[in-house]
């Protein structure tokens, strides 16, 4: 039991020291691009809703469109 503890505390250890603030130069720039990228996202995302929102509107118009279109029942 010991050992199990023992081995469990070492990789603990060891996964903090792999995880230090001496970051290489990509981590550097990743982190960069992070911080610059980031806040544009949510943006980018509502302005992929909201087209998708008039594309599905405008959808909807061309199909009562077309089904007025195909009523025999209306004089035109």
Not at 44 to 52: G, I, K, Q
Request: glycine share 4%; hydrophobic share 45%.
């Amino acid at each position: 039991m010991k050992t199990i503890f023992a081995s469990l505390f070492a990789v603990g250890v060891l996964s903090l020291a792999a995880c230090n603030a001496n970051d290489g130069p990509i981590e550097e720039v990743a982190e960069d691009m992070d911080y610059v990228v980031e806040p544009h996202v949510e943006d980018s995302s509502d302005a992929m809703d909201d087209a998708a929102d008039a594309i599905g509107d405008a959808a909807d118009d061309a199909a009562d469109t077309v089904e007025d279109a195909a009523d025999p029942s209306e004089e035109l």
